[in-house]
T-cell receptor, first 112, second 119 residues
Framework: DAKTTQPPSMDCAEGRAANLPCNHSTISGNEYVYWYRQIHSQGPQYIIH???NNETNEMASLIITEDRKSSTLILPHATLRDTAVYYCIVRVRIQGAQKLVFGQGTRLTINP | NAGVTQTPKFQVLKTGQSMTLQCAQDMNHEYMSWYRQDPGMGLRLIHYSVGAGITDQGEVPNGYNVSRSTTEDFPLRLLSAAPSQTSVYFC??????????????????FGPGTRLLVL
């Protein structure tokens, strides 16, 4: 089952682009990559997901490598409110059923 | 829409007490889930439901019971609280199981959480 690896923490200056990497070297061909974030003490919030092609929405961009073994979440103009833990997630089979498992994520700190 | 709501926001229990954490959603989602989050860790799935009357276990189901009598509500019951159940509990809902892809909009929506302290 696919799992993800993320750096435990990152810093970024306010107004700059924040690039959060994720490795998912065992991902299967039909599995999506999801990104959620969790701002302190709140419930996780969906950001974006993708399969093969790069994706963009109002919150972020997702760049997936051609071999699909890694991806990068890009927050183009980070603000202080983007300080959060960011989770890169793929499906994991637990007790015979596919589920999304949240690892420890990357704690992103946006500095003024 | 209120989205996913959880009550209470905070609760203190003594070991052995029972209580029910409430979760409700007004988005007519079929799928609902309960997670717990311990300090410095990601979320772990406790129980989930694929529709009214149907529930199943997640990764860490021991010590918790659930039921789903309506589409809107998915309460989590602690029958005999233990200090190991001190955690933050999140409820989530979606119109695909765990928000698995996947057109846009078919993601999981999480509630604000319930902080539980068991003494």
């Amino acid at each position: 089952d696919a799992k993800t690896t993320q750096p435990p923490s990152m810093d970024c200056a306010e107004g700059r682009a924040a690039n959060l990497p994720c490795n998912h070297s065992t991902i299967s061909g039909n599995e999506y990559v999801y990104w959620y974030r969790q701002i302190h003490s709140q419930g996780p919030q969906y950001i974006i997901h993708g399969l093969k092609n790069n994706e963009t929405n109002e919150m972020a961009s997702l760049i997936i490598t051609e071999d699909r073994k890694s991806s990068t979440l890009i927050l183009p103009h980070a603000t202080l409110r983007d300080t959060a833990v960011y989770y890169c997630i793929v499906r994991v089979r637990i007790q015979g059923a596919q589920k999304l498992v949240f690892g420890q994520g990357t704690r992103l700190t946006i500095n003024p | 829409n209120a989205g996913v709501t959880q009550t209470p926001k905070f609760q203190v229990l003594k070991t052995g007490q029972s209580m029910t954490l409430q979760c409700a959603q007004d988005m007519n989602h079929e799928y609902m889930s309960w997670y717990r989050q311990d300090p410095g860790m990601g979320l772990r799935l406790i129980h989930y439901s694929v529709g009214a009357g149907i529930t199943d276990q997640g990764e860490v189901p021991n010590g918790y019971n659930v039921s789903r009598s309506t589409t809107e509500d998915f309460p989590l019951r602690l029958l005999s609280a233990a200090p190991s159940q001190t955690s933050v509990y999140f409820c989530a809902s979606s119109n695909r199981l765990f928000g698995l892809a996947g057109a846009k909009g078919e993601t999981q929506y999480f509630g604000p959480g319930t902080r539980l302290l068991v003494l």
